[in-house]
């Protein structure tokens, strides 16, 4: 698309703008420049300038300041036209109302009852659901991966366990699983034309308005039915919050999941003196997933905040109505944070270590602690049914699906046994 102002934008800390690349197929290489443009960078996302932050220090700060909001009537390219529905991440911002797109006392109204469903206790609850999910999955990998067949752990393993939980505890028949992948996938690709991600999007909306609708005729113990029914005295969610909720989080609970087991995996198998000290118990198997979840990001970028006012960041100014985008993965490789080595993948780095992948602040992801539980079940179960798991082609072969926002794959083909 054509955006007038981005010759406006070029000058960066550090020297230039880091144009992301929408096939993201050197995430390593785009990481190091960010982190080398400085604290606060800018950036080019398919022509649009924005700011993104680099440095955790600096995030933390920012996170938390009401001066920078999720309200997109704030961003000037959307109020000026330069940004319309024209651009392809249009639909991760402009997202419909939900906790994910407003501030304040707004946010933690729509937020509260998702975060009464996702509980420490209403996690353990379930954590049976999610054994046994596991384990169905991880034999039907057995089955695909017999007499040393090539199978792809991602379609087979990681990809559905995910959807299944967050399904379970949205109430979504599991018979639309599958369906729900494909619409998610599609709609994050880069390689989806607009009109199509668009219908996409309104699909989505007219599958959980029945879904809303039908939980509102006869409520379940889930979150759809938790979320529509309001709390004595409060004010009801509308039909268009609890959507908006709902779209957002089955995309945000199976998407990060996804990213956070098949990353882990594929480090120790690049490491496997440390998959050995954690198949020998010598590391905790929470340490793979804090140490997977600061050095390879499920999350690349989040999109977008934008200044209500000037904000000063060091020897910057974020202009009032410019866009901030979080940058978790340069944030996650930040050498005043994590040390000289903040690029090596280190299982033994202490615990706990503070990265802030699922966010700081109010709109924290709600759903960390459900990817935590699901990847701390996946994770050792993988490993103990089968310890031999290697890949099968070069590491260097694993292609990453071209999507700016999500750190994810085409394919993880393994091999069951050595």
């Known amino acids: 698309m054509n955006c007038p102002h981005a010759a406006a934008h070029t000058a960066a800390p550090g020297g230039g703008t880091v144009v992301i690349d929408p096939m993201v197929q050197d995430l390593d290489g785009e990481t190091a420049r960010l982190r080398d443009a400085g604290r606060l960078a800018r950036i080019e996302l398919l022509g649009v300038p924005a700011w993104t932050v680099t440095r955790y ?55 509260t009852k998702t975060s009464q469903a996702l509980t420490p206790r209403r996690l353990e609850a379930i954590r049976p659901d999610i054994e046994k999910f596991t384990g169905e999955l991880l034999d039907a990998l057995a089955e695909g ?19 299944r939980v967050v399904g379970m505890l949205m109430g979504v028949d599991p018979a639309e699983n599958a369906m729900l992948t494909r619409q ?28 809303v609708r039908e939980k509102a005729a006869r409520p379940t113990d889930d979150l759809t039915s938790a979320l529509i029914l309001a709390e004595e005295g409060g004010e009801p969610l509308t039909e268009e919050e609890v959507v908006g909720n709902l779209k957002a989080m089955v995309a945000a609970g199976h998407e990060t999941t996804i990213g956070l087991i098949l990353n882990a995996v594929r480090a120790l198998l690049a490491h496997p003196e440390q998959l050995r000290m954690v198949l020998d118990g010598a590391v905790s198997w929470e340490s793979v997933i804090e140490e997977t979840l600061r050095w390879d990001t499920p999350t690349t970028h989040l999109l977008m905040r934008f200044a209500a006012e000037d904000i000063q960041v060091g020897d910057d100014v974020i202009a009032k109505g410019e866009g901030v985008v979080i940058s978790y993965r340069a944030i996650g490789r930040d050498f005043e944070q994590h040390g000289a080595d903040a690029d090596a993948f280190d299982i033994t780095r202490p615990i706990p270590i503070r990265h802030m992948t699922f966010g700081h602040g109010p ?15 996946a994770l050792p179960a993988l490993f103990a049914r089968f310890p031999g798991l290697r ?28």
């Not at 995030?59 to 940004?83: T, Y």
């Not at 709109?363 to 079940?377: D, K």
């Not at 072969?397 to 999507?403: G, Y």
Request: charged share 25%; proline share 6%.
């Open 57 to 111: 220090a600096d995030a933390r700060q920012l996170l938390v300041d009401p001066r920078l909001v999720k309200d997109i009537d704030a961003w000037g390219l959307w109020q000026s036209g330069e940004v319309t529905h024209a651009w392809p991440l249009i639909g991760m911002i402009d997202a419909g109302r939900s906790m994910f797109t407003v501030d304040g006392a707004e946010h933690r109204r729509l937020r």
């Open 145 to 163: 991966g017999r007499d040393g067949a090539v199978v792809d752990l991602k379609s087979v393993f990681a990809q559905p366990l995910p959807m």
């Open 363 to 377: 709109h924290i992801c709600p759903g960390a602690g459900l990817s935590r539980v699901e990847a701390g079940i």
């Open 391 to 418: 890949l099968a082609v070069p590491d260097a072969d694993i292609r990453k699906l071209p999507v700016m926002t999500q750190n994810d794959m085409e394919a993880f083909p393994v091999l069951l046994n050595a």
């Open 184 to 211: 998610y996938k599609a709609f994050f690709s880069m390689l989806t034309p607009q009109d199509e991600r668009l219908a996409l999007l309104a699909e989505l909306d007219v599958f959980y308005a029945g879904l």
